[in-house]
């Protein structure tokens, strides 16, 4: 299978290999996860990290995207950014991509902040966001059929569906691996489902700004 090209996609996983790769060999992943991870409780303390040259906490979403914790994080990421995202940018085109995935990633963060707001362990990894791009790479290429049940159209009875399938999956490995809803230090369950959940609802007003039509130039 040929995947598309795909300029921005493979922009933003080189950037996170080279970021990955400069904070291993100088022995900073762990500083970098302090001052920019995302940290739930800077919400209501924001003097937390104060003497330390952090990451301000509004950005701490995206600056958490591109710290990885080890090579198994990195690399499954990666691959499945590279997979899917390829994908949707050939359909959703650089500047959609880049919205989805910037939205992803806050909406990560949220759902990690309303799981865990008092935590003050840090959140790490592109996992979030990648997971916005899972769902519209689901929504974009599902083969299932799926009819509309009563008043739901057929394409939200499809996104309740993956919608469910993805928290019950990510429930499970939650409880496989330990981890709580939360999820910090382990698998942040929370922020895959917020990232999801996201890319779901963002699918279908980016294909309409994709593909809006411009108005005509008459001479």
């Known amino acids: 299978m040929k995947l598309p090209s795909g300029r921005t996609t493979n922009s933003i996983a080189a950037t996170n290999v080279a970021i990955f790769l400069l904070l291993s060999l100088a022995g900073r992943i762990d500083d970098a996860a302090i001052v920019g991870g995302f940290i739930p409780a800077r919400w209501g303390a924001p003097g937390l990290l104060d003497g330390m040259a952090a990451v301000p906490?509004?950005?701490?979403?995206?600056?958490?995207?591109?710290?990885?914790?080890?090579?198994?994080?990195?690399?499954?990421?990666?691959?499945?950014?590279?997979?899917?995202?390829?994908?949707?940018?050939?359909?959703?085109?650089?500047?959609?991509?880049?919205?989805?995935?910037?939205?992803?990633?806050?909406?990560?963060?949220?759902?990690?902040?309303?799981?865990?707001?008092?935590?003050?362990?840090?959140?790490?990894?592109?996992?979030?966001?990648?997971?916005?791009?899972?769902?519209?790479?689901?929504?974009?290429?599902?083969?299932?059929?799926?009819?509309?049940?009563?008043?739901?159209?057929?394409?939200?009875?499809?996104?309740?569906?993956?919608?469910?399938?993805?928290?019950?999956?990510?429930?499970?490995i939650g409880y496989a691996s330990g981890s709580d809803l939360a999820g910090i230090g382990q698998i942040a369950v929370a922020a895959h489902i917020g990232g999801f959940i996201a890319g779901l609802v963002l699918t279908r007003p980016l294909l309409r700004w994709r593909f809006r039509k411009r108005p005509q130039v008459i001479n």
């Open 57 to 172: 906490f509004w950005l701490t979403p995206v600056s958490s995207a591109f710290i990885h914790a080890g090579w198994l994080h990195i690399g499954f990421n990666m691959l499945m950014l590279l997979f899917c995202g390829r994908q949707i940018e050939h359909v959703l085109g650089w500047s959609g991509t880049l919205i989805l995935y910037a939205v992803g990633a806050y909406a990560a963060c949220l759902a990690q902040w309303i799981a865990y707001p008092l935590s003050s362990n840090p959140m790490v990894g592109a996992s979030g966001a990648i997971s916005a791009v899972v769902a519209t790479y689901s929504l974009l290429y599902s083969q299932q059929q799926v009819r509309r049940i009563g008043p739901l159209s057929s394409n939200l009875v499809r996104m309740l569906w993956l919608a469910a399938a993805w928290i019950v999956m990510q429930l499970m």
